[in-house]
C-alpha cells in the first residue's frame, strides 16, 4: 500500500487544523492505520490509530480529547482532525499503515508502510 500524507499547514494555538492520508489498494479497509509525528531534535512518536476491522481507535495522552483519527474506507483515506492546538504540536506528521494493528502500535517500527510527512505549524 502506498500512502500520500497532506493538509499540513499553518495554524494558530487554540485553533484546528486537519491532515489526511490517501492510500492505494484494494484492500485499505482490512489495514490499521496511524498517525505519527516528529518535532526538530525529537524522536518520532506515535499520536492515533486506527484499526481495519473494528475501526477501533487509540491516542497518545498528549493528544486525547483534542484529536480525532477517522477513516473513509470508500475513499480509501484516513484522517486526523486536530483541535485546540499547541505549540507543542508542531511537527512533520506521517500516516503509516499496517495489514494489522500492531500489538505496540505506539512504536514507529511495528508499521510497515509509510507516506511522506505534511509539517504542521503552530504559532502562540
Known amino acids: 500500500v502506498q500512502l500520500q500524507a497532506s493538509g499540513g499547514g499553518l495554524a494558530q494555538a487554540g485553533g484546528s487544523l486537519r491532515v489526511s492520508c490517501a492510500a492505494s489498494g484494494r484492500t485499505f479497509s482490512a489495514y490499521a492505520l496511524g498517525w505519527f509525528r516528529q518535532a526538530p531534535g525529537k524522536e518520532r512518536e506515535f499520536v492515533a490509530a486506527v484499526s481495519g476491522s473494528t475501526s477501533s481507535t487509540y491516542y497518545a495522552d498528549s493528544v486525547k480529547g483534542r484529536f480525532t483519527i477517522s477513516r473513509d474506507n470508500a475513499k480509501n483515506t484516513a484522517y486526523l482532525q486536530m483541535n485546540s492546538l499547541e505549540p507543542e504540536d508542531a511537527a512533520v506528521y506521517y500516516c503509516?499503515?499496517?495489514?494489522?494493528?500492531?500489538?505496540?502500535?505506539?512504536?514507529?517500527?511495528?508499521?510497515?508502510?509509510w507516506g511522506q510527512g505534511t509539517l504542521v505549524t503552530v504559532s502562540s
Open positions: 503509516a499503515a499496517s495489514r494489522f494493528l500492531p500489538t505496540y502500535y505506539y512504536t514507529p517500527n511495528r508499521w510497515g508502510y
